[in-house]
């Protein structure tokens, strides 16, 4: 199925849901102001996305079943995919608001939409909620239903985590290159990113299976959080590396002061006099500091270390794959559709 195709399927489930959740917040006897609200909250922050995540969870159901699912499978499969959108919306709003920033989509960020402002820390609780409202009318009769909503609590802490880590390590305001370090940006990545980005949806389809067993996890995990990160540092390669007109934004990495995997790379093998370089440039809210910072990246040789780290990383996990044991109804055909979205790609 095109992508497009595939999106406009995985988009027309959602509907329903939305009425679901306002089905649920009506019996409080919630005034139709809130209502609406709360309707256009849905809407405005879970919808517009590529939702990678949300349709990996019917992606992974179908290679796993090795058959075309029927509309019962794929809608409860789309709804663990939407809810994996739900949990990405409510982490996008808190982070707008964290890092003061400007658009989301295209649009204005939904705390700087009329009217809406600080409200937006209360939508975002809201958001998560309406994850767990639908968890339990869809699946409160699944055998793994307990297992699901813990999954859900545990990634979300565990990427509230890497968000500490990340908030705590390069804040916007304050410029210290002594508080990065490769071990700390290793963190960042596989709490903030590869936990609920690679291995929630994988995690929820072996559940709805029925197939989640102890093995199948580990061999899941094991796979999928170095594909999480190796995705996040090939995100940061494109940040400077990339072509603006064909990703679609301008990195702001270095404007930004963030934690990135090419900052951290440059720290471990700058000499001192490029250190001070480095210092005196990185994070700094300025073109001309920003140009002189691509230039050490430059002289670095940055872009050759990261096609070598690539290279390499790639052949470690193609090798996991290739060592997956599918005897209990894990499929090798799942992470190898993973690696084939994000390997050398441009945007």
Same mark, same amino acid.
């Given at each position: 199925?095109? &992508?497009?195709?595939?999106?406009?399927?995985?988009?027309?489930?959602?509907? @329903?849901?939305?009425?679901?959740?306002?089905?649920?917040?009506?019996?409080?006897?919630?005034?139709?102001?809130?209502?609406?609200?709360?309707?256009?909250?849905?809407?405005?922050?879970?919808?517009?996305? &590529?939702?990678?995540?949300?349709?990996?969870?019917?992606?992974?159901?179908?290679?796993? +079943?090795?058959?075309?699912?029927?509309?019962?499978? !794929?809608?409860?499969?789309?709804?663990?995919?939407?809810?994996?959108?739900?949990?990405?919306? !409510?982490?996008?709003?808190?982070?707008? $608001?964290?890092?003061?920033?400007?658009?989301?989509?295209?649009?204005?960020?939904?705390?700087?939409?009329?009217?809406?402002?600080?409200?937006?820390?209360?939508?975002?609780?809201?958001?998560?909620? #309406?994850?767990?409202?639908?968890?339990? &009318?869809?699946?409160?009769?699944? &055998?793994? =239903?307990?297992?699901?909503?813990?999954?859900?609590?545990?990634? @979300?802490?565990? @990427?509230?985590?890497?968000?500490?880590?990340?908030?705590?390590?390069?804040?916007? @305001?304050?410029?210290?290159?002594?508080?990065?370090?490769?071990?700390? !940006?290793?963190? $960042?990545?596989?709490?903030? /990113?590869?936990?609920?980005?690679?291995?929630?949806?994988?995690?929820?389809?072996?559940?709805?299976?029925?197939?989640?067993?102890?093995?199948?996890?580990?061999?899941?995990? #094991?796979?999928?959080?170095?594909?999480? /990160? !190796?995705?996040?540092?090939?995100?940061?390669?494109?940040?400077?590396?990339?072509?603006?007109?064909?990703?679609?934004? $301008?990195?702001?990495?270095?404007?930004?002061?963030?934690?990135?995997?090419?900052?951290?790379?440059?720290?471990?093998?700058? +000499?001192?006099?490029?250190?001070?370089?480095?210092?005196?440039?990185?994070?700094?809210?300025?073109?001309?500091?920003?140009?002189?910072?691509?230039?050490?990246?430059?002289?670095?040789?940055?872009?050759?270390?990261?096609?070598?780290?690539?290279?390499?990383?790639?052949?470690?996990?193609?090798?996991? $794959?290739?060592? +997956?044991?599918?005897?209990?109804?894990?499929?090798?055909?799942?992470?190898?559709?993973?690696?084939?979205?994000? =390997?050398?790609?441009?945007?």
């Amino acid at each position: 199925m095109a &992508k497009s195709a595939a999106l406009e399927k995985f988009e027309s489930i959602f509907p @329903t849901l939305v009425e679901d959740v306002l089905a649920h917040s009506k019996s409080y006897g919630l005034p139709q102001q809130a209502l609406d609200w709360f309707k256009n909250n849905l809407n405005a922050n879970a919808i517009g996305g &590529k939702c990678n995540r949300g349709m990996s969870v019917p992606d992974s159901v179908s290679l796993m +079943t090795g058959k075309e699912l029927n509309e019962e499978e !794929y809608f409860k499969a789309a709804t663990l995919g939407w809810l994996t959108e739900l949990l990405q919306a !409510y982490f996008l709003v808190s982070d707008d $608001i964290m890092d003061s920033s400007i658009t989301r989509r295209g649009v204005p960020c939904w705390y700087r939409q009329p009217e809406v402002g600080m409200i937006a820390i209360n939508d975002a609780f809201m958001l998560e909620s #309406a994850i767990y409202i639908l968890l339990k &009318k869809y699946f409160r009769s699944h &055998k793994s =239903y307990v297992d699901l909503m813990e999954l859900f609590h545990e990634v @979300t802490f565990q @990427t509230e985590l890497g968000q500490t880590c990340d908030l705590l390590t390069a804040p916007e @305001t304050k410029v210290d290159l002594d508080n990065f370090s490769m071990e700390k !940006y290793t963190f $960042i990545v596989i709490y903030k /990113t590869a936990y609920y980005s690679f291995y929630l949806p994988v995690a929820l389809a072996l559940h709805q299976l029925g197939i989640a067993t102890e093995k199948n996890l580990k061999q899941a995990e #094991a796979i999928l959080i170095p594909l999480g /990160t !190796y995705f996040q540092i090939q995100d940061d390669y494109l940040d400077n590396f990339g072509d603006p007109e064909h990703i679609g934004k $301008i990195g702001t990495d270095i404007l930004d002061n963030k934690c990135s995997w090419l900052v951290n790379k440059a720290l471990l093998i700058a +000499t001192p006099e490029q250190r001070k370089v480095l210092d005196e440039n990185y994070g700094r809210k300025n073109k001309d500091n920003e140009a002189v910072v691509k230039k050490l990246y430059n002289e670095l040789g940055l872009e050759k270390l990261y096609q070598e780290y690539e290279e390499s990383e790639v052949g470690k996990i193609r090798k996991l $794959i290739d060592e +997956t044991d599918e005897s209990d109804g894990l499929k090798k055909s799942v992470f190898e559709s993973f690696l084939g979205k994000i =390997y050398k790609r441009t945007k």
